[in-house]
Structure formats: C-alpha cells, structure tokens
C-alpha cells in the first residue's frame, strides 16, 4: 500500500505546540498533493479531530497548510536540490511546511526545525535525523538555494509555467505583480445586510469592538486582519457575512428592481443570492447543480433572514427547471478555473491541467446559450467569473455577442466590462454586463 493510503497515526502531541500544527498541516498538504481539493481535506479534518481544534490551533494548521501550497513552486525545488533519495510523501509534506515556515519566520528557525522534527516522529520516528539535516542544510545553503529559485520561474513567480504563460500574455504590463499579489494571503471583507443594520452602524459596532476596518468604495468592509467569524459582533444575528469586495460587485452592478424576477443561475453557496435579496425586494430564483452545495445556500438565507426560493438543476437544461416566465435580470456567476481566487485555493493551481481550461470555455458558453432563452426582452444579464483568463473572459463574452445580435454590452462604470485583478482589497473577477434587445 502507497503511504499516501496508510491511516496516519494520531497526532499525540500537545494541541497549542508547533509540531501539532506543523503535522496537521502536513496532512493537508500530503492530500493535496495526491489529488484532494485542499477546502475539503480540512473541512474534513476539522470535524474529526478530537479534541476540537479550538480557533487558535485551528488558524494556525490553516495558515501552514496554505502557505506551504502558496509556495510549493518553490519548496519542491529546494527539496529536489537537498534530498539525495525520495522519501514517503508524509515525510516530504512535514518538509514542505518546516520550509515554508523557514522562510516566513526566520527570527525561528530553531524552533521551527526542532518542531518540525517532532512532528517528523509521530509519522516516521526513523527520519528525524533525515529531517533535521534537510532543514539544517536548507539555513546553511539559504543564499544558494535562492540563487537557484531567483533563476525557475515555477519556483520564483510559485506557479505552473503555463499558467505564468496565461498570465503574461493577459496582463503584459503588470503579469508580475498579478503573480505576487495571487502568493499573498488573501484580505477579509465583510457584507452588511442593509435588512439588518446599516453599513454606518456596521462599521461603529466593529471598531467599538476593536477591529481595525475600512469601508471601500462599493460599501465593503475590509478588516485589516483576518478574524474568526464568531469574534464578529452580529454575524451570529446575521447583520454581517463574509464575502470578498470584488464578489459585492455583482449585486451593484445587476442592479435589480423591487418586484423584479431575477434568476440566480450558479448560485451555491448562496454568497451573491443573498446580497441580491438584501440589494432589493426581489423574486429570486437561486438555482444550482449540486445538491450538496446547494444545502448552503438555505442556510445562508436562514442565517441572514432571507427567503428565496432554491432549486436543483443544471443551468445548461432550463426544460427542467424553468416554468416559462421570463426573468428580469439573470446573475451568471458561472464556474471557472478560479484563477482569481488562487491565493485563496492555493491547491488550484498545483491540481488544474492547461487542458482544464477549455472544459469550463465550453461549459461557460453552453450556460450562457441557454441561460439568454430565458431572459426576458429589455432584460439584464450579469456574467461573471473569478478567472484572470482571456478565453473565459473577454474572449468568451465576445463570442456570446456575435452568437446573439439581440445581445448588447451595457457599460458597467464607463468601461465595456471590468477585470478585477487579485490585490490588498479584493479577489480577481471578471464582469461584463449584456442587454436583450426589447
Ligand atoms: C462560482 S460558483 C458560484 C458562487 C456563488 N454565486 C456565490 O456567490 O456564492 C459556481 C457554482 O455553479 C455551480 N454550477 C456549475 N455548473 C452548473 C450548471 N451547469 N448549472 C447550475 N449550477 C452550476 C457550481 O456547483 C458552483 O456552486
């Protein structure tokens, strides 16, 4: 049996310890680089440690894992220049978080090599000496090693070649910075439910609170540091949610009417459904594919005190979901490579084949096609993604245009759409917005 499909031995060591963190997170990163969505492996992970994993210990194995997938480009590098012979992937991934831990924090490096030691122990006691010596080599030949990563783009910029490729062609002048910015953690905004409480009142009750927090152009509240949701004063009331400034466009940018229909077409889990019920009065149909995904949209809306309506079906097929009747405006938040949100999905870009790409072009178009049959005359359509790519993006909608003479362009904001690039404030996102002809 492959070691990645041994059950790992418990984790016995002291919950508030470094090691403990260095290990979990280690699990994390050994799932993913056998193939599992890195959200999944620790949702699952969460729920069956025991005991619990309080918030602290919880942000800290997060914070690991994540980074050390943010900068696997670059610790897969220097573990190929100091391992003379492979190791068991659960032994790679401790070295893979020590690493990354290394270079974050190296005020600790010898606290760091010494946990990651014991963390080493609980999986293979027999490699603490391998383990040891690989990060004692990696502080000795740090200018080296940094020499050498300075040289691979896919350790330099920490992504796949072709995705760096994608990137500079996109974005010429600024493919540099969209690259580092995809490396950084990402920023916490938050969402005011103006059903609830105002963005004023909001924003008093958090600072009162002591939470450092600025309001951004489209009523967003950017808090200067990640917090656990339940610190929130009024999440649990559901005044607030938590939702990415560049995703608080789309409600803005459709701009739906008291009374009017809208149809929300991939709306799982409910983040965009529930801002445009608390945007406007409206008559929304959330509709989503996956069954399970789509359990979170309800309670979404129970938690916000919203009602909508939620239906399973596939956007693509509207015979088996849609009674006829015309809808207003049509959210078309479809699903994408997610190159946008890559710092936030760090496992994204280590998983996804160029070829990936064309599959959601396809699927994209097929959602588009059919979705705009269903649009009423004079009707809205918002398109949405979270890609940097041109082809699911402005070369997608291009070809939607010349699809469909009865589909125009409205401006959003004086420009014929907007691509949002990843930064301090916000996620990438791509938004282009389309009229029916009366
Ligand atoms: C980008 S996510 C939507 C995020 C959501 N709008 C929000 O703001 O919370 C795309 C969603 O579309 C769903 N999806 C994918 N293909 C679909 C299809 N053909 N019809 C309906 N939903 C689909 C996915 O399961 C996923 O939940």
């Keep these: ?77 220097v573990l190929a220049q100091l391992l003379s012979k492979p190791l068991p992937d659960s032994v790679r991934a401790v070295l893979l978080v020590a690493l990354q831990r290394l270079e974050t924090r190296p005020d600790q490096s010898h606290t760091v090599v010494d946990q990651a030691v014991e963390a080493v122990a609980v999986v293979a006691p027999g490699l603490k000496g391998v383990v040891n ?153 959330s509709l989503e594919i996956d069954p399970v995904r789509a359990e979170r949209i309800d309670r979404n809306f129970a938690r916000l005190g919203l009602r909508g309506e939620t239906r399973i079906g596939d956007a693509r097929e509207p015979n088996d979901w849609w009674d006829g009747r015309p809808f207003d405006c049509i959210l078309a938040d479809v699903p994408c490579s997610a190159s946008g949100v890559v710092r936030r999905h760090p496992d994204i870009k280590w998983l996804r084949r160029e070829k990936d790409i064309r599959g959601f072009v396809a699927q994209q178009a097929a959602i588009l096609d059919s979705l705009w049959r269903t649009l009423a005359p004079g009707g809205r359509m918002l398109y949405v993604t979270c890609s940097l790519f041109d082809d699911e993006n402005r070369v997608q909608v291009s070809q939607f245009l010349a699809r469909h003479p009865d589909a125009k362009r409205i401006q959003i904001d004086g420009a014929d759409d907007r691509q949002l690039l990843p930064t301090a404030e916000n996620d990438g996102f791509y938004y282009a917005l389309l009229r029916k002809s009366d």
């Excluded at 599992?36 to 194995?61: M, Y």
């Excluded at 909001?202 to 002591?210: F, V």
């Design 1 to 77: 049996m492959s070691d990645r499909r041994r059950s790992h031995p418990t984790n016995r060591l002291p919950q508030d310890s470094l090691a403990y963190a260095i290990l979990e997170a280690s699990r994390l990163v050994e799932k993913v680089l056998g193939g599992q969505n890195l959200t999944d492996a620790f949702e699952h992970a969460r729920h069956h440690a025991r005991p619990l994993w309080p918030d602290a210990v919880r942000g800290a194995i997060r914070d690991l894992a994540w980074r050390a997938l943010r900068d696997y480009g670059r610790g897969d590098l």
């Design 133 to 285: 010596g690989v990060l004692r080599n990696a502080l000795r030949q740090a200018a080296r090693l940094a020499e050498l990563i300075e040289r691979d783009p896919v350790s330099h910029y920490r992504h796949p070649s072709w995705w760096i490729d994608r990137v500079r062609r996109s974005f010429p002048d600024d493919w540099e910075g969209v690259l580092e910015a995809a490396n950084q953690p990402p920023p916490m905004s938050l969402r005011v439910n103006l059903r609830r409480t105002t963005v004023d009142y909001a924003l008093a009750a958090l600072r009162e609170d002591g939470f450092a927090v600025r309001r951004l152009a489209n009523d967003a509240l950017l808090l200067e540091q990640p917090v656990p949701v339940t610190a929130l004063p009024g999440f649990a009331e559901g005044r607030l949610s938590v939702q990415d400034a560049g995703a608080q466009w789309a409600a803005r940018w459709l701009d739906p009417h008291a009374g009017q229909r809208v149809l929300d077409a991939c709306a799982a889990p409910g983040g965009k459904s529930a801002h445009l019920l608390e945007y406007a009065d409206v008559d929304l149909l």
